[in-house]
């Protein structure tokens, strides 16, 4: 199971440039209206100090991160979902997104045009709220069923939550949006992806990209559990929060799922105090919990089968 957001905004507002800082990936970045077409797909690892930290007693061969993925999908322009500017192909892309990471223009580049003519974040933001919206009404028009089930409201684009991210460069005047947002300047933050540890300490540029997924995971509402394979793997993994041992365990691996028993669990904190899992069990410190056992974020799991 991944989880999915979807890099949304007007033409020309730096969502490529957002998606290539973000996933290292050689993507289309270009100062012309729809540069990109096919969205573009890249994994994002989750920062998590707590991972190294049971990485540094463990000493595995592999430290592999939780992640999230990210969809850099084309510009949204006015009259999208009537299907101006190939507004539908793009609509229909945001559906398959957990959540939407809306970049929202706040710079000067006078090469870049400004599809909406100005800097105006609160107005650009409506637009494309209000394509969602339309897009909305006319699927609910299309399926005029009375009853809506649970699934088909949650497949409404307009009902996805929203992260703004203001692209700014410090530079341009702009009335910041009524809604609360994340600013970033998006060309900085793509620019300090490629330079080296020594250098961004020379020039003092720490990168802010760290705090969007960490929002973004927030508003997906995920939590992290940990496995440890032996010295081979050791791991994070994202769930929904509220979610019960078997479901994280068909996360890790479908027979985890299906042929769960029970699991041992324990506070990624304890284990460090405690140094290794051996010396915990003896202690006591090891939970054995069953099927009804909700995941707490900064478990330490063993499923058992
Ligand atoms: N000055 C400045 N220019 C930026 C910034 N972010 C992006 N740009 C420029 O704006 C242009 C468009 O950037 P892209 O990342 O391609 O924008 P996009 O939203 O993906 O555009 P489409 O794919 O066409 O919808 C490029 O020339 C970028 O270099 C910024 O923070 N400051
Ligand atoms: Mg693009």
Same mark, same amino acid.
């Given at each position: 199971?991944?989880?999915?957001?979807?890099?949304?905004?007007?033409?020309?507002?730096?969502?490529?440039?957002?998606?290539?800082?973000?996933?290292?990936?050689?993507?289309?970045?270009?100062?012309?209206?729809?540069?990109?077409?096919?969205?573009?797909?890249?994994?994002?690892?989750?920062?998590?100090?707590?991972?190294?930290?049971?990485?540094?007693?463990?000493?595995?061969?592999?430290?592999?991160?939780?992640?999230?993925?990210?969809?850099?999908?084309?510009?949204?322009?006015?009259?999208?979902?009537?299907?101006?500017?190939?507004?539908?192909?793009?609509?229909?892309?945001?559906?398959?997104?957990?959540?939407?990471?809306?970049?929202?223009?706040?710079?000067?580049?006078?090469?870049?045009?400004?599809?909406?003519?100005? *800097?105006?974040? /609160?107005?650009? $933001? +409506?637009?494309?709220?209000?394509?969602?919206?339309?897009?909305?009404? =006319? !699927? &609910?028009?299309?399926?005029?069923?009375?009853?809506?089930?649970?699934?088909?409201?949650?497949?409404?684009?307009?009902?996805?939550?929203?992260?703004?991210?203001?692209?700014?460069?410090?530079?341009?005047?702009?009335?910041?949006?009524?809604?609360?947002?994340?600013?970033?300047?998006?060309?900085?933050?793509?620019?300090?992806?490629?330079?080296?540890?020594?250098?961004?300490?020379?020039?003092?540029?720490?990168?802010?990209?760290?705090?969007?997924?960490?929002?973004?995971?927030?508003?997906?509402?995920?939590?992290?559990?940990?496995?440890?394979?032996?010295?081979?793997?050791?791991?994070?993994?994202?769930?929904?929060?509220?979610?019960?041992?078997?479901?994280?365990?068909?996360?890790?691996?479908?027979?985890?799922?299906?042929?769960?028993?029970?699991?041992?669990? *324990?506070?990624? /904190?304890?284990? $460090? +105090?405690?140094?290794?899992?051996?010396?915990?069990?003896?202690?006591? =410190? !090891? &939970?054995?919990?069953?099927?009804?056992?909700?995941?707490?974020?900064?478990?330490?799991?063993?499923?058992?089968?």
């Amino acid at each position: 199971m991944s989880f999915v957001v979807g890099i949304v905004g007007l033409p020309n507002v730096g969502k490529s440039t957002l998606f290539k800082a973000l996933t290292k990936k050689q993507v289309d970045i270009a100062p012309r209206p729809f540069t990109t077409i096919n969205p573009n797909i890249g994994i994002v690892e989750v920062p998590d100090q707590r991972l190294e930290k049971i990485a540094e007693i463990v000493g595995p061969e592999k430290v592999i991160p939780a992640f999230i993925k990210f969809i850099d999908i084309a510009g949204l322009i006015k009259g999208a979902h009537k299907g101006e500017g190939l507004g539908n192909q793009f609509l229909a892309e945001i559906r398959n997104c957990d959540i939407i990471l809306e970049v929202v223009r706040a710079f000067e580049n006078i090469e870049a045009e400004n599809v909406s003519g100005k *800097i105006d974040p /609160q107005n650009d $933001i +409506e637009t494309i709220k209000t394509e969602l919206e339309l897009k909305d009404l =006319e !699927i &609910k028009e299309r399926k005029k069923s009375p009853v809506k089930n649970e699934e088909e409201e949650e497949d409404l684009l307009a009902q996805k939550p929203v992260i703004y991210l203001l692209n700014t460069d410090n530079k341009a005047d702009y009335v910041p949006p009524k809604t609360e947002y994340l600013a970033l300047n998006l060309k900085e933050e793509m620019e300090i992806t490629e330079l080296s540890e020594a250098e961004k300490k020379e020039l003092g540029l720490n990168s802010k990209l760290d705090h969007i997924v960490n929002a973004c995971y927030n508003i997906l509402d995920l939590i992290t559990f940990f496995t440890i394979v032996g010295q081979k793997e050791t791991r994070a993994w994202a769930l929904k929060k509220g979610l019960k041992a078997p479901e994280a365990g068909k996360i890790v691996h479908t027979d985890f799922k299906e042929k769960f028993i029970r699991a041992e669990v *324990i506070n990624w /904190q304890k284990l $460090i +105090e405690l140094k290794d899992w051996k010396q915990a069990k003896e202690k006591g =410190e !090891i &939970k054995t919990v069953g099927k009804d056992y909700v995941v707490q974020d900064g478990d330490i799991v063993e499923f058992k089968i």
